[in-house]
Structure formats: C-alpha cells, structure tokens
C-alpha cells in the first residue's frame, strides 16, 4: 500500500506555516525537508511495522504498552471534548498567500486532514467583515418588517419552540479558490479550496416567519437579511428560494447550537448560495419589492468581466469538485496502491457523477459517489489507484443533477477572463513529481 506524507501544515506549528511555503515557493527545498522531519519518525515506524509483518521483531506488537496496563484518564466531569493531541496541528489556519494582518479576517478548513463530508464545527472556514462576537441570546432579536401587515420582533426562545427542521449543505464564501484567478498557487488544498464547510443545520424555515409576520409574497419579491456585528452585512435574497422552504433561519449546527464564529446565536442558511448570503447574528429580515444593491451586492462580491463590466447577483456557487488526497503539500512515499479522494458539490442540486483524471484531462474514470449524496451538500468521492512512480497530474470533474459539468480553466476564462476573485469552479490540477512531491498548477 503506498503510504502519503500529510501536507507541512498538519506538522509544523501555525506560526510556522507561513515560512515553510514562503521557502517552498523560494524553492528552498532543504528547508521543507527539515519540516518534514516530524514525519519521518512515523515512516521509520512504518518501516518497523513492515519489518514486523516480515516475521522480524516489532517492539510495537512484542511490548506491552502502558495504556494496555495501568489505569486511564479519569472521566472529566465538567469537560467538553478535545481532539487527541497527535492532531493538534489539525486547524483552521490563514493562508500565507494573503497579506498577514494584525486581525486575521479569514480561516481556511483543513480539507487535507477531513473525513467523509461533516466539518467538524471547530474546523469550518471563517470570514469576519468585522470581528466576531460571542452575543447573548437572551438580549438577541429578529425583527421582520417591510412588505408584512404585522411587522414582529421575535426573542431567541420563541423561535426555538416553532416547528424545526435539520438539513446538510455545504456553505462556500464566493471568494473561494479566488487566488487561482492571478496564478498565485496557494500551495496546499486548505488554502486552494478551505473557505468551504459542510454541517448539519437546525432551524425554523424562513418561510415561516414571515407567513407568521403576514408577509405579501406577491409584491415582496425579495428579502433583505441583516446582521448584528458593525459590518452592516446585508444581503438580498429572491423570495423563490424562501417560498420553496429551503432558506432556514438556523441556530443549530452538527447537534449543538451554532459557534460564535458561525454567527451564534442565529444566522441565515441560504443552500447552494455563497457564504456572504449566510448572514450571522442575523437580526433583521425586510420584504421588498426589488432587490436592494447593499454594499456587499453592488460594490463587492461583483464579478469583473472581459468587457470591463461587472456582474452583479451571481450568488449561486456553480457544480465544482477537488481532490484532497493526494493533494498540495503531500508526498507520496512510494508506487503502489492509493486511495484518490476528495469532494464535489453543487448549489443546484445533486452531485450526479465525479470523474477522475491521472493524465492530466486525457483518459477520465468514474469515481465512487460515497452516499447519502444530498442535495447543495458535499459530496464524498473515491477512486482506486496505482502510482507507477512517474509524473503525472491529478484532476476531478464533478457533474450534477442539471448536466452542468465543472469547466477547465480554459472553458472558465473563456467567459470570465482572468481578473475576476470571485465564482472560480474550474477543475483543479495537482501535479505528482517522480520524487512524489504533489504540487498545485495549472494546466493552460
Ligand atoms: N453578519 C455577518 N454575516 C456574514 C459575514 C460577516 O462578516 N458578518 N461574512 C459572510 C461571508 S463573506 C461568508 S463567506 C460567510 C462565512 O461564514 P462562516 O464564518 O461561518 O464560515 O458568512 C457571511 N455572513
Ligand atoms: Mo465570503
């Protein structure tokens, strides 16, 4: 079985990880190597165990360990539970292709380390406009006013005793894989494609809110959805994503309530829309007429086009896949048998099929679509593969349920040119090196 390195990030301490991509891109090979010193121990163990399967003496198998003798760690009574410290270096982290600020305004989820399709909730992505606030829930409104005949102001309780419903999607911020536009190759998938998450939400459909507030639906074409924090975060929302149920003012994320930096104690869950549109510490919801061209619809989250226009209320997050395993950062320490693997998606629905391509785009298999496959929910795939020691290039294609099919980075500036941040969902190349090393390029 061929073994991977994980990628720098998952053993070099945050602090840390800026440097060693800085040398990487410097080309300064020796330094990585003395990063990956922390990870040669386990190979040497892994050497060891292939000894022990050989017949020779592994002191792992021969050796009774202490935790197979003596007594464990007592309960913790009042605790709330942590990780195991091996994986301490598992975390959201900011990417060192972005200006280092005093305030951090973004965090990437280690997509390279994740399992199957949930984030856990101290794992998913952050996007601050302006901090992020631990607020009290007993003082925390949502008012709904505008086109409605009773305008209401709820409390945080009387929404938690309506009807609730629990549903996965995944949430991905516009800006995701907005590096890739300039060429600046972010060295590993966390940073390429770690402003995506996927949880369980809780809550109470917007829709019934406003039937509640007596909302004119047939006038009120759109919502405006406003946040507590001092970004003065608005976003405008059609009414047919609400009508059909699918829009939930959310206060419960993976079973528990929602964490402060995902917008505790309410925020918007908008399925297969960009994250901007997820409005935290939601406190407001106006009915409208048309849409209301926010600052943040009519002056940011705009696409730049060819022609030098913008395009404004491109809000869906078109079907888009990638592979995190093997992926940036990582080494593959030998031929053999791997696992490919890695997540597709869609804002318009499911995930219909993924292809995989080890020859940079000319033959593709189908890979194993790994269910439950839900609806604006990631999606799990997973490829058998046989690394014969050469070069080659990595890519995933996802399909979903409309026929969309994931562009090249062709097909994608062909249409949007190259000066955009926004909506990139081209296919994504990681290049394997004959010394094993993966790398992120572009193919043009
Ligand atoms: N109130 C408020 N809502 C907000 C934001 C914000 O700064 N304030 N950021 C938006 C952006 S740009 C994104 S991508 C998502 C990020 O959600 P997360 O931090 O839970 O990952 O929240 C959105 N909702
Ligand atoms: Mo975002």
Redesign the pocket.
């Known amino acids: 079985m061929g073994k991977v390195r994980k990628a720098p990030e998952n053993f070099v301490r945050p602090d840390e990880a800026g440097t060693v991509f800085a040398e990487a891109r410097a080309g300064r090979r020796d330094f990585i190597r003395g990063a990956f010193a922390a990870a040669a121990t386990a190979v040497a163990a892994n050497a060891q165990a292939q000894q022990a399967a050989a017949g020779e003496g592994d002191p792992n198998i021969l050796e009774l360990p202490a935790h197979s003798k003596g007594l464990g760690q007592p309960v913790v009574t009042d605790g709330y539970g942590k990780p195991s410290k091996y994986e301490a270096n598992v975390q959201r982290r900011q990417s060192p292709g972005l200006t280092q600020t005093k305030q951090a305004s973004v965090s990437f989820a280690p997509l390279q380390s994740l399992f199957g399709i949930v984030t856990p909730s101290g794992l ?7 901090g992020w606030w631990d607020i009290d829930p007993s003082k925390h409104r949502l008012m709904i006013n505008g086109l409605v005949k009773n305008p209401k102001v709820f409390t945080m309780d009387e929404i938690m005793r309506l009807p609730a419903v629990s549903r996965f999607h995944f ?1 991905e ?1 516009g800006a995701n894989t907005g590096m890739e536009w300039g060429n600046v190759a972010v060295p590993t998938v966390q940073y390429t494609h770690g ?1 995506l ?1 996927c949880s369980e939400f809780t809550g109470v459909p917007l829709i019934t809110l406003l039937e509640m507030a007596g909302a004119d639906l047939k006038k009120g074409k759109f919502i405006l959805a406003e ?1 507590a ?1 001092g ?1 003065s ?1 608005t976003r405008t929302i059609p009414v047919e994503l609400i009508t059909s149920g699918e829009v939930l003012v959310a206060y419960g994320q993976n079973g528990e309530m929602l964490r402060p ?3 505790y104690p309410l925020r918007l869950v908008v399925p297969g829309v960009q ?2 549109s ?4 939601l406190r407001r919801i106006e009915v409208g007429d048309m849409p209301y061209a926010a600052k943040d619809e009519a002056i940011h989250y705009v696409d730049l086009m060819p022609d030098g226009q913008h395009r404004q209320y491109t809000s869906i997050q078109e079907c888009k896949s990638v592979v995190t395993t093997p992926s940036g950062g990582q080494i593959l320490l030998d031929q053999g048998f791997y696992n490919i693997t890695g997540l597709a998606w869609s804002g318009r629905g499911k995930v219909k099929r993924v292809d995989v391509s080890v020859d940079g785009g000319r033959n593709w298999r189908t890979a194993r679509l790994e269910g439950p496959v839900m609806s604006k929910c990631l999606t799990r795939f997973n490829l058998d593969w046989v690394w014969n020691g050469e070069e080659c290039i990595i890519q995933s294609r996802a399909m979903d349920e409309t026929g969309y099919v994931q562009p090249s980075y062709q097909q994608l500036r062909a249409v949007r040119g190259a000066r955009s941040i926004y909506h990139n969902n081209a296919i994504q190349s990681w290049a394997v090196r004959a010394n094993g090393e993966v790398a992120n390029v572009q193919l043009a």
């Open positions: 998913h992505f952050e996007r601050h406009h302006q949430i911020c402003m998450s946040g924090d970004s975060m930096e995902q917008g994250g901007v997820w409005v935290k510490y």
